[in-house]
């Protein structure tokens, strides 16, 4: 179950679409409205919130691509069964 999952998850990921989506939702996710909210007074364990928003967002963005370069890497398996050059 879990290899089939996967297997669907990384076709999927291949779309230019998806990269194009997540592109543009770390652009909004670091403009105005969403940074705004993080910048503020609080500290959490003593570092301030806006610092935590950024390396936290960093730190999904390089998820996110590691999970897209496995899937461009990632042979389709329609493409395993045929003659192999």
Do not use: C
Request: proline residues 5%.
């Amino acid at each position: 179950m879990w290899l089939k999952f996967r297997i669907e998850l990384f076709k999927r990921m291949k779309l230019r679409e998806s990269w194009v989506i997540f592109f543009i939702l770390g652009l909004i996710m670091m403009n105005y409205p969403f940074v705004q909210i993080f910048n503020k007074p609080n500290r959490i364990f003593g570092v301030p919130q806006l610092y935590l928003y950024f390396m936290g967002g960093w730190a999904i963005s390089i998820g996110v691509i590691y999970l897209f370069t496995k899937a461009i890497s990632h042979p389709d398996d329609e493409n395993d069964e045929g003659d192999h050059r």
